[in-house]
């Protein structure tokens, strides 16, 4: 029989993904450290008994990731199945015996051979380059088969399960499978972390900054509330009619393509992608266009700038996802929690306060004209509409700059990113020297509440909902008003919480711009109320005295998110 929990066991966060579930608890395994390089045979081992040892540990690897695609279906299936023939790749295995022949460890040696075969994948570019995380990841599975631990990533499990984790990484998304995970549980992380990011882009209930979670144990029966951000171990029959009634909602109304008002103001609904395959599944769902191009996503994981055709062709595939369509491009956004070794400085004491986003430009000159000629060249060669922004602008100066460097490029739609509280104070001058300006409420709320984003125990200060980052937002539009009509649009993750999606309509935002998933959300609950309505949530919230209440009283006027369960 259950009981009714005690105050101890409810645990708090923040919430960041509606929702209501009751699961059992998987936690994610701990990343695999690397093993020290060229490390000896271990004691007691031969060559011939240590290269048995690891075609043993890759042939397991490789049978239970054969077995896991059997069951898997979909894109699921058919990336499990390129991983297990990975795993069973003759050349990596050879390599690394090679390796150990020469008297080092199978740890090291597979390790060091996969290294060589990722390097030599993405010098290729393009599909074989991608093919180079699947490598890593194979020698990953294989070291940990070595040493005995379970494998990285998403944790296997036969039932739906609630994923428990410190925070997780955009790796992790990838295997992550919606039907499997019900909900997400973090103990870092805020509400702009990549858990956050991940969670709504996947419509999962999710909690982060919940310190108390670490200590959950595999198996034990919690219910998650993502709305009100609390997770109960050992729920009572309270929860259960909760997590029932959660299951009934009204399943959300697939978004047809048009942002609109109950009285038909519209509002364009765009998506925020990383390259190619992502906008093609963002036209799919119904985007409008793209509001943000995260160009930075092309750079990740390189030593060293990406040659000229290279980026021409990551942003060709973009363009062509969207014909005739608006696609807002955004320069190069390196820093912070986006390092980049050939343009950003690891040794800063302060990176996000850092030479970080447009201000790469005068500490590495040439890196952005060069984006900018590739993203011209692209843009030529389609018919989307091109719009160019450059992210972390703090000055008119700046702005100016930019826009100049765009012109002569021969790009004709130039704009910044409102992520800069001083750029919000300013817009007016700002927004006069560009035609259009996009809110990235994440940076603007970690810059306006002095909050790192990436920190759980300033998760309650870094929320959007702020009245102080509402105030921002009121004047960043009221500037681009003055500077002559230039629209503003919200791109970060306040965009994709419908609730707050009314408000910053209602402030005067002109196209909400997110992951695609939150496209059917944010349509759904913006096609409930007037503009007029959504004008007048958004002083309630403006007058609130805190996030908290500032969120609770726009949701208590909009009944329609618990009826789809949001
Ligand atoms: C933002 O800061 O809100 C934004 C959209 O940019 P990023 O999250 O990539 O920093
Ligand atoms: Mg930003």
Request: glycine share 10%; net charge negative.
């Amino acid at each position: 029989m259950s009981t009714h929990p005690t105050s101890e066991t409810v645990l708090r966060g923040v919430g960041v993904g509606a929702g209501r579930v009751i699961g059992p608890v998987r936690r994610m395994p701990h990343p695999i450290t690397s093993p020290t390089e060229g490390a000896p045979l271990p004691e007691g081992t031969t060559v011939e008994s240590e290269t048995h040892r690891l075609g043993e540990a890759a042939q397991a690897v490789a049978a239970n990731l054969r077995a896991r695609s059997a069951s898997a279906s979909g894109d699921a299936a058919a990336v499990l199945k390129a991983t297990a023939l990975m795993a069973g790749d003759r050349t990596l295995l050879k390599a690394a015996s090679k390796l150990v022949a020469t008297g080092t460890s199978a740890e090291s040696a597979i390790w060091e051979a996969a290294e060589a075969v990722a390097l030599q994948l993405e010098a290729l570019g393009g599909y074989m380059a991608e093919r180079a995380t699947d490598v890593l990841d194979v020698r990953a599975r294989i070291v940990a088969e070595l040493r005995g631990i379970p494998a990285p990533g998403i944790p296997e499990a036969d039932e739906p399960f609630v994923l428990c984790a410190e925070d997780l990484a955009p790796a992790d998304t990838a295997a992550l499978d919606p039907a499997r995970v019900l909900a997400l549980v973090t103990s870092e992380g805020g509400p702009q972390s990549h858990t956050a990011i991940i969670a709504r882009s996947m419509g999962l209930p999710a909690v982060v900054a919940a310190p108390e979670t670490v200590g959950l144990q595999d198996g034990t029966q919690v219910f998650v509330d993502g709305s009100a951000g609390v997770v109960i171990i050992n729920p009572g029959p309270e929860e259960e009619a909760a997590a029932a009634a959660y299951e009934q909602r009204t399943p959300l109304p697939d978004f047809d393509g048009t942002g609109t008002t109950a009285d038909g103001h519209r509002v364009p609904l765009l998506a925020n992608v990383g390259g190619g395959a992502d906008a093609r599944a963002a036209a799919e769902a119904g985007a409008e266009g793209v509001g943000l191009l995260r160009t930075e996503f092309c750079f990740l994981g390189r030593d060293k700038e990406p040659g000229h055709e290279q980026q021409v062709s990551a942003y060709r595939e973009v363009f062509d996802a969207f014909p005739g369509q608006k696609v807002v491009v955004r320069t190069l956004d390196a820093g912070a929690d986006k390092p980049l070794p050939f343009l950003t400085d690891s040794t800063e004491p302060n990176p996000a306060l850092g030479v970080r986003g447009y201000r790469t430009d005068v500490s590495v000159p040439g890196v952005l004209e060069r984006q900018l000629a590739a993203i011209a060249e692209a843009a030529s060669g389609s018919t989307a509409e091109v719009w160019v922004m450059a992210p972390m602008i703090s000055t008119p100066a700046e702005a100016n700059d930019f826009a100049g460097l765009c012109a002569a490029a021969g790009l004709r739609i130039p704009g910044v990113m409102v992520e800069v509280p001083s750029a919000a104070v300013l817009a007016r001058s700002v927004l006069a020297g560009v035609r259009f300006a996009s809110i990235g409420t994440n940076d603007l709320t970690q810059y306006a509440m002095a909050a790192d984003r990436q920190l759980a125990p300033l998760a309650a200060l870094n929320d959007p909902w702020q009245p102080a980052v509402l105030h921002l937002v009121r004047y960043t539009v009221d500037g681009g008003a003055q500077a002559g009509d230039v629209p503003v649009g919200v791109c970060g993750e306040a965009a994709a919480d419908p609730a707050l999606a009314v408000v910053l309509v209602g402030l005067g935002v002109a196209t909400l711009s997110m992951n695609r998933r939150a496209l059917s959300q944010v349509s759904a609950v913006l096609r409930t109320v007037t503009l007029e309505r959504a004008r007048e949530l958004a002083q309630l919230a403006l007058d609130a005295p805190s996030a908290a209440e500032a969120k609770e009283r726009v949701r208590a006027e909009l009944p329609d998110l618990e009826r789809f369960g949001l």
